[in-house]
T-cell receptor, first 112, second 114 residues
């Protein structure tokens, strides 16, 4: 079955720097990969979706890459701000048509 | 707000109680989901409904019973739960099923089983 690995340790970044989060997966290659943000006590919020034939996707200060050879996606936040502090989840489609498979998330802390 | 509401936000229940969680989406979506989220663990998909029909049941114990009366409403009926069922229960919706649709989540119900 598909397995997703995200850094379980919190990532501490100085304000203004670029934060980079990693999502690695095993087994089959997904056609789609999604990134979400989750704040404490709230549900995840969708950020970006990238397709297998797209190398990179951008939205404002966010950038996602998708390397199907390495079986890895990188999520970048440039010019990071304390308000970007949250847990970031990656999810990818499974071989079932109905499910997303989720990573456990990486907690990002942006220090002023 | 995401357009997905959940009630109650917090629930404490004993192992012999019966309670229900409610979810409503105002987005016109066709698919709705129940997830369980425990600390430090990935989201666990419990049930999927597409056009009111249940399409996935991920080996969820029968003490959890879903109900989807229409495309906008989803319930999770709970009875004789165990302490290990304490978690954040999230409802989500999407325009359809499949990995190319983003999901919209409610705020969740924090459930504590005593």
């Amino acid at each position: 079955s598909q397995k997703i690995e995200q850094n379980s340790e919190a990532l501490n970044i100085q304000e203004g720097k670029t934060a980079t989060l990693t999502c690695n997966y095993t087994n089959y290659s997904p056609a789609y990969l999604q990134w979400y943000r989750q704040d404490p006590g709230r549900g995840p919020v969708f950020l970006l979706l990238i397709r297998e034939n797209e190398k990179e996707k951008r939205k404002e200060r966010l950038k996602v890459t998708f390397d199907t050879t390495l079986k890895q996606s990188l999520f970048h936040i440039t010019a990071s701000q304390p308000a970007d502090s949250a847990t970031y989840l990656c999810a990818l489609d499974s071989d079932s048509n109905y499910q997303l498979i989720w990573g456990a998330g990486t907690k990002l802390i942006i220090k002023p | 707000e995401t357009g997905v509401t959940q009630t109650p936000r917090h629930l404490v229940m004993g192992m012999t109680n019966k309670k229900s969680l409610k979810c409503e989406q105002h987005l016109g979506h066709n698919a709705m989901y129940w997830y369980k989220q425990s600390a430090k663990k990935p989201l666990e998909l419990m049930f999927v409904y597409n056009f009111k029909e249940q399409t996935e049941n991920n080996s969820v114990p029968s003490r959890f019973s879903p109900e989807c009366p229409n495309s906008s409403h989803l319930f999770l009926h709970l009875h004789t739960l165990q302490p290990e069922d304490s978690a954040l229960y999230l409802c989500a919706s999407s325009p359809g099923t499949g990995g190319h649709y983003e999901q919209y989540f409610g705020p969740g119900t924090r459930l504590t089983v005593t």
